[in-house]
């Protein structure tokens, strides 16, 4: 079973970057992608992007686009998450997971974004 793990996460001012990546352990990616999500204190789990392994397309919430960009490489099984101008509101922990066409499984155990004011 494919166990995926997540690392990059950090504590970051308004306005600066952060790239987490998402890496498969055991055996290769497989499923039809990778989605990352996030939980902030209170709230619920929300979608933020998702990759199509093959073809690499793309998704990403209304509240990221312009600023979050999800990539992925194929020789190191990892995906990535770069975070470009962080907001206070992107605090949450940011989990991975493997999207298997109708739902996710496979889910990283997180990790915590922190973004300052």
């Known amino acids: 079973q494919v166990q995926l793990v997540e690392s990059g996460g950090g504590f970051v001012q308004a306005g600066g970057s952060l790239r987490l990546s998402c890496a498969a352990s055991?055996?290769?990616?497989?499923?039809?992608?990778v989605g990352w999500f996030r939980q902030a204190p209170g709230k619920e789990r929300e979608f933020v992007a998702a990759i199509r392994w093959s073809a690499g397309n793309t998704y990403y919430a209304d509240s990221v686009k312009g600023r979050f960009t999800i990539s992925r490489d194929l020789a190191k099984n990892t995906v990535y998450l770069q975070m470009n101008s962080l907001k206070p509101e992107d605090t949450a922990v940011y989990y991975c997971?493997?999207?298997?066409?109708?739902?996710?499984?496979?889910w990283g155990q997180g990790t915590q974004v922190t973004v300052s004011s």
């Open positions: 055991g055996r290769t990616f497989s499923g039809y992608g």
């Open positions: 997971a493997r999207d298997t066409g109708g739902s996710y499984d496979n």
